[in-house]
């Protein structure tokens, strides 16, 4: 029964073990043993000697490491002769003698777990966290005895009572039974837990902070039963708002009043002060944007209120960008913020180009991994397109237009695995927001936008990557709304295979139907969606396969256009490198946009 397990088991048998060998020592194990026995006998055999004075001892030892080493595993019959035989060897370069060590085993029956007895004593033994851990655990009636396991069974209450704060707790029993001659074993865990302690007080070095804001970064309440990992967003949630250099954050002396029955651990914080300034500059590139230079000031503490400011520029041909973001907390430095922005941006379509002003006032709330913004902003738009030569039925040289436009965002974002590469993720983005003419607006109109991102690992080395997007406008006058806020398609993020913001409604650019082609001015609808297959080479290339379709046009005006393609991506410390090559295919014009190359990087998510 026994060997029939063993060889049920899936492990590899070693019949006549590969000799392992040393400058003066070759070791064989003969028999049939299971991969773990195996290297479980190699691991306690050590180090193959170098020296005839350590062969000598390796050679001594060895049949009480095997014997060591089966035993963990719970062979106690088993059957070791050692055989050791030596023979001189004459060659150009060498005159010693070889020494053999043969180690011939017979497992026999291994010894099997009968009785498993765990018991807690304490607040523990209510505590839903042990409860799960005796319930999981990997030792059951009918298996081998694995000393392994059990002391990693162990090893995992004490640690659990530690990160539970079980600070006085103790196993008061731990022992193997060995039974009717090696047949059978019994364990018997019992451990004491004691009290459970609680958070006490939270103390700061002096620090040119609100003490408001300090105490609205501790993320739990004094009296507050004690875990690690509570312990450790403190630590989190300090170093999330870049106030400070370092953070030093340790549990003071134990406090016990055993006349009240409490038990606390009050935690003492250091805090040393960040940087005044700090700059960041980068270089990219995508095909949409081409090369792009960027570069930022951040002021992480400007005041003993909290307040900090973000400025950030960025230049490429063809959307340069200018950004100022200044933050006050309100009811959390992280996770409830007053912000301030001011923005400039030119944006080169495909056939017009417009610079726009925003000046925004909003509060961002981030709760459960959820970012909701409620804002208003004014935004001034000024535009001009590429018209033909001769006259244009249209007047665009005083295109303008001035909104006050009030909006809400929701965004969450859910990954695991890599930040730059996650092997599941999952983004989802909101937005709706609108203006009118009677509340200080050159028109009025209604915006949704939502944009889907989902990441998800099939199997080792397969991925799936899928987006969708969808946006609607509802406006009184469609050709006075400002390039901006209409929607477009095509491009790296959108749909490969056409060029950046080329899918849209157009207008003719000539007062001859005959001459000139139509211009792209943006749509009051949306739909793309994508489909991306990647197979990964290794841990630093894959390839890809994917499709993209949708379109952007009037209500009404739908006419979707598809492209398919593939890709090469390297996985860089700034996030995939993709080279993607797409044919986009347009059949309401009876023409195929043929092959077009995209580059982009950065992460997915």
Do not use: C
């Amino acid at each position: 029964m026994l060997n029939l397990r063993i060889l049920t088991s899936g492990f590899i048998i070693f019949v006549l073990s590969q000799p392992v060998f040393a400058n003066n020592l070759i070791v064989k194990l003969n028999g049939q043993l299971p991969k773990i026995v195996h290297n479980n006998i190699l691991a306690h055999l050590g180090t193959l000697p170098s020296t005839d004075l350590a062969r000598s001892a390796f050679i001594y030892s060895a049949k009480d490491n095997t014997q060591q080493a089966l035993q963990a595993l719970g062979y106690y019959q088993a059957d070791i002769i050692t055989n050791v035989t030596s023979e001189k060897v004459n060659s150009k370069k060498t005159n010693k003698d070889s020494w053999q060590l043969i180690l011939n085993i017979s497992l026999n029956t291994a010894t099997l777990i009968d009785k498993v007895r765990i018991t807690l004593e304490g607040e523990a033994s209510n505590d839903i966290a042990f409860q799960a851990l005796l319930n999981n655990h990997d030792i059951k009636h009918g298996q081998n005895l694995h000393h392994g396991k059990y002391e990693e069974l162990k090893s995992d209450l004490l640690s659990l009572a530690l990160q539970r704060g079980y600070f006085n707790g103790e196993l008061t029993e731990s022992k193997i039974a060995i039974k009717e001659q090696y047949q059978y074993a019994d364990i018997t865990l019992h451990y004491k837990s004691g009290p459970r302690y609680q958070f006490g007080d939270v103390t700061f070095n002096d620090f040119d902070l609100q003490p408001e804001l300090l105490s609205s970064l501790i993320p739990f309440k004094k009296d507050e039963y004690y875990s690690t990992s509570t312990f450790h967003e403190l630590q989190h949630q300090l170093q999330s708002t870049q106030y400070f250099g370092s953070i030093i954050a340790l549990p003071g002396e134990m406090i016990e009043d055993k006349v009240n029955d409490k038990y606390t651990i009050p935690i003492n914080v250091s805090l040393t002060p960040a940087k005044s300034h700090q700059f960041d500059f980068g270089i990219g590139y995508a095909t949409d944007t081409e090369f792009r230079l960027s570069a930022a000031w951040r002021t992480p503490l400007i005041n003993k209120y909290g307040h900090f400011q973000e400025t950030k520029f960025e230049y490429s041909t063809i959307n340069p960008t200018g950004k100022f973001i200044y933050s006050i907390p309100l009811s959390h430095p992280v996770s409830d913020l007053l912000q301030f922005k001011i923005s400039i941006e030119n944006e080169d379509y495909a056939e017009q180009k417009t610079q726009f002003f925003t000046t925004q006032i909003g509060r961002l709330v981030s709760y459960n991994n959820w970012q909701r913004q409620v804002y208003t902003r004014y935004h001034k738009e000024v535009w001009q397109y590429d018209l033909d030569e001769n006259i244009p039925n249209i007047d665009w040289s005083e295109d303008g237009a001035s909104y006050l436009i009030p909006g809400i965002t929701w965004s969450k974002t859910k990954r695991s695995g890599s930040p730059l590469d996650p092997s599941e993720g999952f983004r989802q983005t909101y937005n709706i927001e609108g203006a009118h003419l009677k509340a200080g607006s050159d028109n009025s109109f209604f915006r949704i936008h939502a944009r889907w991102n989902y990441i998800t690992t099939l199997k080792a080395k397969h991925r799936l990557v899928t987006r969708a997007e969808f946006g609607a406008i509802y406006v009184d006058r469609d050709v006075d709304l400002a390039p901006s806020l209409r929607f477009y398609a095509g491009g790296d993020q959108s749909i490969r295979g056409f060029a950046y913001q080329s899918i849209g409604s157009t207008i003719p650019s000539s007062s001859d139907p005959e001459q000139g082609e139509p211009i792209v001015i943006g749509s009051t609808r949306l739909m793309v969606a994508s489909i991306e297959y990647q197979y990964y080479l290794n841990n630093k290339w894959r390839v890809a396969l994917f499709s993209d379709g949708g379109s952007a046009a009037n209500k009404g005006e739908f006419e979707p256009v598809y492209s398919f393609g593939t890709g090469l991506h390297y996985i860089s410390p700034v996030g995939a490198i993709k080279v993607d090559v797409a044919y986009g295919i347009n059949d309401h014009d009876n023409k195929d946009n043929g092959w077009r190359l995209h580059i982009s990087i950065g992460a997915e998510l």
